[in-house]
């Protein structure tokens, strides 16, 4: 009975364990790279069970280049055929592909797509529970099927949400951007009170859901050199940022600024808040990446789905050499095992209470009847 009782918890903790989906990114990079060596550890399987989309000869190839050993994957037909021993995959094509390591190329924009398509679907319907995407060329990947700037505004449109959120995280740091990846001659024209305002409420909602800080506080920065200097250098933080802050406070976000960028990272203030809203992407990810390079992770913040990536690119002038450091990778993976943790504990301890009684309490006038 004691074997029996033992062996069906062993079962039920494998059954429930967290499903990540992969997806290798241009297959000339260091996605698969990254992807090999963070597998290649065992335990990694203590914590998730790891499902890569792609195809088991491009595996190889780069298995066989890396000299990676005897690793080998585990192919199944469906997410629900998924192994927890083992690192799993999924072939999405039957075809050889010609593989050019470090060169952008048509092939490693298309089998790039056919992976993320697939974990895609997989994700928004329900078969895996996150989606870590190795990095893709954006240039080589646009198609009839792909015409969005980057993973995040592609997965916003597969999701259905009507907003996002890039949101860079660290141990050190967490950064989010009001405008991501559009030219910096539309960033001025593109920053508005609402879309700060939308940005700040879906950052408190993140920290307090996926990384469960209570109280989190937020560094707002200006958009001008100085912030401005009150007025003499842009109105944008007089006119914009300093009504959004305000309004966003209203609804009870902690907020405060806006800071001038140099100052703000120079002296290491961010340090004080638990994270920082740029106005623009290179604002943000310059000194996020200075900080937290090899250790960052980029999180999809605002879907009902868990989308995380490491913060490098396709990495074209080493793909091959055997010197691509998967620590970022291994955060992401880590990152959305943990998100969807949280999220799975928030909501049993909010089902948990509401209900009293035996019954679900609805209403606030419920919770007022039930505490007299």
């Not at 009782?5 to 698969?32: Q, R, T, W």
Request: glycine share 8%.
């Amino acid at each position: 009975m004691i074997f029996l009782y033992f062996a069906l918890n062993f079962y039920l903790s494998m059954s429930n364990k967290i499903k990540i989906g992969i997806s290798i990114g241009d297959v000339n990079g260091i996605g698969l790279e990254v992807i090999l060596k963070t597998l290649a550890n065992q335990s990694i399987l203590d914590y998730c069970t790891p499902i890569v989309y792609g195809h088991t000869k491009v595996a190889s190839y780069h298995r066989k280049a890396l000299g990676l050993g005897d690793f080998t994957f585990n192919v199944i037909n469906s997410a629900a055929d998924a192994n927890p021993k083992k690192a799993n995959m999924i072939n999405c094509w039957e075809e050889d592909v010609k593989i050019e390591l470090g060169v952008s190329t048509p092939t490693g924009g298309k089998y790039a797509l056919l992976s993320l398509e697939k974990a895609t679907e997989d994700l928004v319907n329900g078969n895996i529970d996150a989606l870590v995407t190795a990095p893709i060329n954006k240039h080589n990947i646009q198609s009839d099927t792909f015409h969005f700037p980057g993973h995040t505004e592609y997965l916003q449109e597969r999701s259905g949400a009507s907003d996002v959120l890039m949101f860079l995280v660290s141990e050190d740091i967490r950064v989010g951007v009001v405008t991501g990846h559009i030219p910096i001659t539309e960033v001025a024209q593109s920053i508005t009170k609402e879309k700060i305002v939308k940005k700040l409420v879906m950052i408190n909602e993140s920290l307090k859901k996926d990384f469960w800080i209570e109280k989190p506080k937020i560094a707002v920065l200006g958009l001008n050199p100085h912030a401005g200097d009150n007025g003499l250098l842009g109105t944008e933080e007089q006119d914009i940022i300093m009504p959004a802050i305000q309004e966003a406070f209203d609804k009870g976000v902690i907020c405060f600024g806006p800071y001038p960028a140099d100052g703000f990272f120079g002296k290491g203030s961010y340090k004080q808040f638990d994270a920082v809203l740029a106005m623009y992407h290179d604002q943000g990810l310059v000194p996020f990446k200075t900080i937290a390079f090899g250790n960052g992770v980029n999180y999809t913040a605002g879907m009902k789905f868990v989308r995380t990536s490491p913060d490098h690119g396709t990495g074209y002038d080493i793909a091959g050499k055997n010197v691509a450091d998967p620590s970022s990778f291994i955060e992401a993976v880590f990152a959305a095992t943990h998100i969807v943790n949280h999220r799975r504990e928030q909501e049993s301890l909010l089902s948990n209470q509401l209900r009293s009684g035996g019954k679900i309490i609805e209403t606030a006038a419920d919770v007022k009847d039930d505490a007299n």
